[in-house]
């Protein structure tokens, strides 16, 4: 629940400004009967009116894959895109497995975040990065959370991060270029690189989430002393210092940086 109380307090500071960057947390709660973020498990949406995290969730009945995996479906969306440039630090979601033919035990929930190598039209060439979390929920579990750390300011690949290469002319993955470029958002139910059996499932995603840190002037990932400089020698002007973007950098901007101090 906190995820929601500070979205909200969030969105409202976005909601001032009709502007394209955000602060803090976006969640794609369903309510509206949509998905905003372009969610999908690859059937035709459903948002039932209840039995989400709370409220409409999107669900999928009678999925027949060896591995759920829901995902961004559009070509635009907010998770998607260049992550360093927005400072991006965490992406996450909420997920049920209402039932399953066999069992859905000892599968890891991964991220991975997707690269079309510029050919959207070609699967062959393929990739993408990816790090696994806890295992996804079997029958009975309720609603579980997953919260994954995206290392922005990286410059390689990170700890506990893999590569993965999705067809026959995939190039060799580049942490630089998938972390500036994300194309797609998967959470994989499994660990990619394995092969399951295709069942029958009836699963459900809510609140799907995203968070940056714009207050990360110099985007090496900490905010800090570095960026209140920035912050201090842009002061009466615009640009990216100008945080809740009212035109100016100003008090409201260096409220915002403290808070986001550390
Ligand atoms: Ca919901
Ligand atoms: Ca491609
Ligand atoms: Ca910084
Ligand atoms: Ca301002």
Known sequence: MTHARRSASLLLVAGACACAAFGGEYVDTFEAGSSQGGWTYGLPASYPLSGGNPGRYLQ???LDTYAPQPRTNVTTSIFTGNYRAKRVASVGVDLKTFDVD???AERPCTLIL????GTPANANDDWGVYVMGPNIPVPGDGWKSYDFA?????????EGWKTIQFGPTSPTPN???AITDVDRVIFFYGDPELFF??????VGLDNARITTVPEDLDGDGVVGAADL???LGAWGGRGPADLDANGSVGPEDLALLLGAWG
């Not at 059996?197 to 009836?202: G, L, P």
């Open 150 to 158: 995206i290392p922005y300011a990286a410059t390689s690949l990170p």
């Open 114 to 117: 997707f690269n079309n190598n």
């Open 175 to 177: 942490w630089n270029t």
């Open 102 to 104: 066999f069992s859905a």
């Open 60 to 62: 999928a009945l009678n």
């Open 229 to 231: 400089g920035q912050l």
């Open 197 to 202: 059996i295709f069942q029958q499932w009836d």
